[in-house]
């Protein structure tokens, strides 16, 4: 059976495993997946114009002949073709489209149906395959947006149905509810919806509940539409008030449905008071190690019960099991973009130069493809979509932890619901808080705190470790002051019952260290030093620390090593909304500001002290601009660019920047609204947006030239020289150097003057003026200074390699190709690196070393495609079609052409796409 996932991220399997191509093409996946949508047998000339839309009729019906081609194995059982067109046997295939569309027309389908149903929609159909394709197949990407939205209402009739269905019959009542939620979340303004849920909340016998609904529906409707309620949903109101509906008893819903190398990881640790979750843990190890395709499976809960310690128990007892290791994601807290650099990082591949989410996104799931690793996205929170961050077709397992069904529902069925402790297991949880001396002494006392705070263990950790801290707060007295708490806060189990013991452990504070804590805001849930903490709050650096770890005594804090700490996330929501109270919240942001612009000024060339704060020195920027402190957010940008550009922290330099622009146009500042022009178009030129890169650095060329500030006038024509020679404009190009070079040269400035020499040498060889070339890069070689110019260096040396392969003077290229490696290993960038290995490649190949030519060659792909340079990667596979036709590959050398062409038609080269062509024949090519 051909199986086919349409909805969600989109997956193929034959047999119950994942359908592997000759080669993984995009589009012969696309292919499939259209026709299996459409259930029809699909003219050729309908198929090429979908996907080749941009390419002549022969050619793109050239192009679907090559797919078909990569389908070979499935014709005549799966795929079929006849008279001019091309379908799939509809009986040797299951899609999950396919059976909610037969569900949505059923005039009348049962409640579990419908259930089944609504569940197959784990995401926007065929989710993220528009970002592959958006560039190369405009008219596919258009139908598939057109489906995506019919198949989305579909989805929401089914909820809808599925809703009223339980109302109808009294069953599943706990599933209906969370399915007229998530409609409200999509729809807030539908008020069958709204009356739906009171309905249902009210059968369930959450009566206050179905009352609140009714407030939630007029707010709604009067934000949204401007509209009170109607005269139903009052008599609706009317009748839940009056007790008109009784409690029904619901039916449970049955479910449908060794490491040989070191592999990452980021597991946090698991807590030592684990207790009471045995059950749980066999459960969602069951599910993440099952021989059928990879799970998407989650824990939800309340806030405090526990969902992220059990994720990280999981990961730890299944570290054997995944051979690729264990990567973990703070939703809430981190930028998917830093996730995803994070999970990089911990394969040794770097994307921090793909700026785009998908890009990103899209380069992290080519870095999986082979991974068998488990993947933890802890908290899961509204406003945060995690769909760039699931692992699409790789072999992955994933585990989401969240506090709102809602969220994790549309990505998986399998959720495992935990629930507080029982009073057992919060016994057992409080004998190794406080040991059991303490609790034979006081029983009774210690089991009315467990049921006061309903088997939470964030919070019976929290009031443990108050008893602890203070000899005279006896469990007793603990327990009366939860007792008076819950009285003022009495709604049962919610988020409320966490901050019932937040509040007894802040009124058991001392002035000082409520005033500690507080501040404590500021950090928003990321790490921070006790040294912050005394600068910001103007504490004595030994009290700090003092406060610090009385605090960490407390639960409220946790040590989280390298002399940091971190707090849980509620706690930190509860820090800040503190601080919001003090009456002088302004004073402690502006020392935050203060503090983190004298951090990262004092960090001059010891860039590695930022490693933990990059957030907290964005959070400042922010912070400077929210009070519009312009004159310190000018200084704190100034200070973070030097190590923002040196750790390739472009994302956070592009908002920095950006914040800059901001307070020097408040200030009425010409010079750094210059210069912070200046450097967005280095950042948009290092991320390969040449249009911004050009607009920026034509506004800084002219700022610079008004403020006669020659210097750097000429570094920013440079760069805008780099900008045209990518784009291909030589004449531009050559005209922006000559401007550069009058100025280095009136300045006596030789780095600046080599660095010209060099894209001149650059412009020449492109144009094969080969001895020209040479001579530019033999004059930039003399003016370069011993002690500087170091990256001009190295440039000029690979270009100087290049000319001699291309003189057939080959041990001229390899010395320095020598020369360069040895100049780029004391600079250390990866691009370099990349580049170097490249020229390294071709040398070997030029030379006959085949076997070192293919090593070196694939080592400078995987750099170039981690960083996501895919013109470059279409290069390097032109290498290695060279280098597999000489050592005899047909299979690895239609591989590599037809990746190449791939490649080479994703960046809109058409002139590169061709140069594969001769290679496509393989065999032939190889016999001749």
């Not at 073709?81 to 009348?108: F, M, N, T, Y």
Request: charged content about 25%; aromatic content about 6%.
């Amino acid at each position: 059976m051909l199986e086919f996932k349409l909805l969600g991220a989109p997956h193929i399997s034959l047999e119950g495993q994942p359908l592997t191509l000759r080669r993984n093409s995009v589009k012969a996946r696309a292919l499939l997946f259209y026709l299996a949508a459409t259930g029809a047998m699909e003219p050729r000339e309908r198929l090429a114009g979908l996907l080749w839309s941009d390419w002549p009729e022969t050619k793109a019906r050239a192009y679907l002949r090559g797919e078909l081609h990569l389908l070979g194995d499935l014709k005549n059982r799966y795929l079929l073709e006849a008279e001019g067109r091309v379908g799939l046997a509809v009986k040797q295939i299951h899609v999950d489209l396919g059976d909610l569309r037969r569900v949505a027309a059923l005039p009348s389908p049962t409640l579990e149906e419908l259930y089944a149903a609504s569940r197959l929609y784990t995401g926007p159909f065929l989710d993220g395959l528009d970002a592959q394709l958006e560039g190369s197949a405009p008219l596919f990407v258009e139908w598939m947006q057109v489906e995506r939205e019919q198949i989305e209402r579909q989805w929401r009739q089914l909820l809808y149905r599925f809703a009223a269905a339980c109302a109808s019959e009294g069953r599943m009542l706990t599933a209906g509810i969370d399915a007229c939620t998530h409609l409200l979340e999509l729809e807030p303004e539908r008020e069958e919806v709204h009356r739906l849920k009171m309905r249902l909340l009210a059968m369930d016998g959450q009566r206050a509940a179905a009352l609140k609904q009714y407030d939630l529906c007029a707010s709604a409707l009067m934000d949204e539409l401007g509209v009170p309620v109607s005269a139903e949903t009052d008599a609706l109101y009317d009748r839940i008030l009056a007790g008109e509906f009784d409690r029904f008893e619901r039916a449970p819903i049955e479910t449908i449905g060794s490491i040989a190398r070191h592999s990452p990881f980021q597991a946090i640790a698991a807590p030592s008071q684990f207790c009471g979750r045995e059950q749980e843990m066999e459960q969602l190890i069951a599910w993440l190690t099952r021989p059928r395709r990879p799970p998407i499976v989650a824990v939800v809960g309340m806030g405090g019960v526990g969902k992220t310690a059990l994720a990280a128990a999981v990961a730890e007892r299944l570290r054997q099991h995944f051979a690729d290791g264990v990567l973990w994601g703070k939703v809430a807290t981190d930028a998917p973009l830093d996730i995803l650099q994070s999970w990089a990082l911990a394969y040794d591949r770097d994307l921090s130069k793909i700026s785009s989410l998908e890009a990103r996104a899209a380069a992290m799931r080519t870095i999986l493809a082979d991974k068998h690793a488990l993947i933890v996205l802890d908290d899961v929170v509204a406003g945060k979509p995690i769909d760039a961050l699931l692992p699409g077709a790789a072999p992955c397992a994933v585990l989401l932890t969240s506090r709102d069904r809602a969220e994790i529902a549309p990505h998986t069925t399998e959720i495992l619901e935990l629930h507080e402790l029982s009073l057992e297991n919060s016994l057992e949880m409080l004998t190794h808080l406080l040991g059991e001396t303490t609790i034979a002494a006081e029983r009774a006392s210690a089991e009315e705190l467990c049921r006061l705070l309903e088997g939470l263990p964030l919070a019976v950790e929290i009031a443990a470790q108050r008893v602890v801290s203070s000899p005279r707060r006896d469990l007793a007295r603990m327990v009366r002051s939860l007792r008076s708490a819950s009285t003022r806060l009495a709604h049962g189990i919610s988020n409320r019952s966490v901050r019932t013991s937040f509040e007894v452990s802040w009124a058991s504070l001392t002035a000082a260290l409520r005033r500690t804590f507080t501040l404590l805001g500021l950090f928003d849930g990321r790490s921070f030093t006790a040294q912050a903490v005394a600068a910001i709050g103007d504490i004595d650096p030994d009290d700090a620390i003092e406060q610090l770890d009385h605090l960490t005594a407390l639960s409220m804090l946790k040590f989280a090593g390298e002399d940091r700490y971190v707090q849980h996330r509620l706690l930190a929501d509860f820090a800040a909304e503190k601080l919001a109270e003090l009456p002088d919240r302004m004073l402690l942001q502006r020392r935050f500001v203060a503090y983190y612009r004298q951090l990262v000024q004092s960090a001059a060339g010891q860039f590695d002290r930022l490693h933990h704060e990059w957030d907290h020195l964005l959070h400042a920027v922010e912070v400077a601009q929210q009070l519009q402190a312009w004159e310190d957010l000018l200084a704190l940008v100034d200070a973070a660019a030097a190590p923002w550009f040196a750790r390739g922290r472009l994302h956070h330099a592009r908002k920095g920047f950006m914040t800059g622009l901001e307070a020097a146009k408040a200030l009425g500042d010409a010079q750094h609204s210059t210069r912070f022009a200046f450097f967005l178009g280095r950042v948009a030129l290092r991320q390969d947006d040449y249009p911004t890169a050009r607009a920026l650095l034509q506004s800084a060329i002219a700022g610079y030239e008004a403020s006669d500030n020659i210097l750097r006038m000429a570094d920013a024509l440079v760069d805008l020289a780099d900008v045209e020679i990518e784009l291909g404009d030589h004449a531009m190009a050559e005209q922006l150097l000559r401007r550069a070079e009058t100025s280095y040269a009136a300045h006596n400035q030789p780095v600046g003057l080599a660095a010209v020499r060099c894209r001149q040498a650059s412009i020449a060889y492109d144009q094969e003026a080969f001895d020209r070339a040479a001579t530019l890069c033999e004059d930039g070689l003399r003016l370069l200074p011993s002690d500087g110019g170091d990256l001009v260096r190295s440039r000029i040396l690979r270009l100087l390699a290049d000319i001699a392969v291309r003189k057939q003077a080959l041990e001229l290229a390899q010395q320095y190709t020598r020369q360069a490696q040895q100049v780029s290993a004391v600079l250390n960038d990866q691009t370099e690196n990349a580049a170097i290995l490249f020229a390294q490649a071709k040398l070997a190949h030029y030379f006959g070393n085949e076997e070192e030519a293919l090593e070196n060659a694939l080592q400078s792909l995987a750099l170039y495609t981690a960083m996501g340079d895919r013109k470059a990667a279409a290069v390097i596979h032109l290498l290695l079609c060279r280098i597999y036709r000489a050592l005899g590959d047909e299979a690895k050398l239609c591989e590599a052409a037809a990746r190449g062409k791939e490649l080479a038609i994703e960046v809109q080269d058409a002139h590169m796409a061709t140069l594969f062509d001769p290679f496509m024949a393989g065999a032939s090519l190889i016999s001749s």
